[in-house]
């Protein structure tokens, strides 16, 4: 009687437990979206509204010539060439995409965060120091590093800052796979020091501890290319 009880409660429990976990919000496939009053003024879903099934082709469902390495311009010396929904109408709601990554010598893709997705990144060609840093805690922002041959397979958590890095003097190449169809890119330099418009320098300053003709430099050099 006692364990007829028990395994009661354990599938009551887990039942809640069920009903709760399928009762929460959906995950954000976009920064924000903002609940229009008027449904006739409404653009946007939390993803992409779909086609009829009816009307569905294999091309919505395909991407050619992911395996040609794109050219590098970035002055970081990296290119990151993408294959989500925008690029692959058939992923939208299957909460998967994709990246495939090519690094000059010594390039790097720079400290980055995904808010949506985690991603698994497997080494093609070259060899790569990557990590990611822990969020805050009272004891303090973790680095977990590793140097990743040919072959090799590392894992980004989702939303934690994380690099890429070519210490190789040839180029390397990487694909990887993240957890959303829209995973969304935060490339902190970038945001900190080019955002439109510029956090005022004062700020800044405070933040990095540094004097405001640091902080100034620093946004001079993303505005240049805005």
């Known amino acids: 009687m006692k364990n007829s009880m028990v395994y009661l409660f354990v599938?009551?429990?887990?039942?809640?437990f069920t009903s709760f976990a399928y009762a929460t919000d959906p995950g954000s496939?976009?920064?924000f979206c903002v609940a229009a009053k008027n449904p006739n003024a409404a653009v946007f879903v939390n993803g992409l509204f779909?086609?009829?099934?009816?009307?569905a082709v294999a091309e919505d469902f395909y991407l050619a010539n992911f395996n040609k390495p794109g050219e590098i311009k970035s002055p970081v010396g990296s290119l990151v060439t993408q294959a989500n929904v925008a690029q692959i109408a058939g992923l939208n709601t299957l909460g998967i995409s994709m990246v495939r990554i090519d690094y000059a010598p010594?390039?790097?893709?720079?400290?980055h965060t995904h808010p949506r997705a985690t991603e698994i990144l497997v080494v093609l060609e070259g060899t790569l120091k990557v990590g990611f840093v822990t969020s805050?805690?009272?004891?303090?922002n973790k680095l977990f590093t590793k140097l990743l041959y040919k072959g090799d397979v590392f894992v980004f958590p989702i939303g934690l800052i994380h690099f890429q890095y070519n210490v190789g003097k040839t180029p390397a190449v990487a694909i990887a796979a993240l957890s959303?169809?829209?995973?969304?890119?935060?490339?902190?330099?970038?945001?900190?020091f080019g955002s439109k418009a510029p956090i005022?320098?004062?700020?800044?300053?405070?933040?990095f501890q540094v004097d405001k003709k640091v902080v100034d430099y620093l946004q001079s050099q993303f505005w240049m290319d805005n």
Do not use: E, F
């Open 180 to 192: 959303s169809q829209n995973p969304g890119v935060i490339t902190i330099a970038n945001a900190v």
């Open 50 to 55: 779909c086609k009829d099934p009816k009307l």
């Open 136 to 140: 805050n805690s009272p004891d303090g």
């Open 11 to 16: 599938g009551i429990a887990l039942a809640l």
């Open 200 to 207: 005022n320098d004062d700020i800044l300053a405070k933040a």
């Open 29 to 31: 496939l976009q920064d």
């Open 106 to 111: 010594y390039g790097l893709n720079p400290p």
